[in-house]
């Protein structure tokens, strides 16, 4: 295929986008970045919610890819409603304001059965593939220990409670 044939169908994607499609904000498009300029993504979460964030999004480090629709799953599942983001402000927002301990239950639950999915995948890859056993072995073995940290989580959670003084700790 000749380069040209590249250059001329960028140039006609770019006219297509630039007479067709609004970004401009000022005239009542969608604004380039959407993930960027919400205040509620700037609000306070629990302190587990950053560790988590770092090892649940790694596949490096917990064995799995959850992608952002499946994070949307796991919300939904458990009755919350958060708006498609960058992954580690859609897991703040499923966080955020967690104050009850079934909460975290519910939501690793969740989280678990897509973790459980991942493995069962890897299962059926290494057997079909068997000289790639030992990598799918140990990406089984960082997501079962991903969720074990989960049960850890919850065993140190201290519910919040409501009380009368806002300024009563």
């Given at each position: ?5 590249f250059?001329?169908?960028?140039a006609e994607f770019?006219k297509?986008?630039k ?9 009542g498009?969608?604004p380039?970045?959407?993930?960027s300029g ?17 090892k649940l999004?790694?596949?490096a480090v917990s064995?799995?890819y959850?992608?952002r ?10 009755d919350?409603s958060?708006?498609?983001k960058?992954?580690i ?22 989280i678990d ?9 890897y299962?059926?890859?290494?057997e079909?593939?068997?000289?790639s056993?030992?990598i799918?072995?140990?990406h ?12 850890q989580?919850i065993?140190d959670?201290?519910?919040?409670e409501?009380?009368d ?5």
């Amino acid at each position: 295929m000749n380069t040209n044939d590249f250059s001329d169908l960028r140039a006609e994607f770019d006219k297509f986008v630039k007479e067709s499609c609004i970004t401009d904000p000022a005239k009542g498009g969608e604004p380039e970045d959407r993930d960027s300029g919400d205040k509620v993504d700037d609000e306070p979460v629990p302190q587990f919610v950053d560790a988590l964030t770092s090892k649940l999004l790694s596949p490096a480090v917990s064995g799995v890819y959850l992608s952002r629709l499946d994070i949307k799953r796991v919300a939904e599942a458990i009755d919350e409603s958060i708006p498609i983001k960058e992954r580690i402000k859609m897991v703040r927002a499923l966080f955020r304001h967690t104050t009850k301990q079934q909460y975290l239950k519910d939501a690793f639950a969740e989280i678990d059965k897509h973790i459980n999915g991942r493995i069962l995948i890897y299962t059926e890859l290494s057997e079909a593939f068997p000289a790639s056993k030992s990598i799918f072995d140990e990406h089984t073995n960082k997501a079962k220990k991903t969720m074990r940290m989960f049960n850890q989580i919850i065993e140190d959670f201290e519910e919040i409670e409501a009380t009368d003084d806002p300024m009563f700790v």
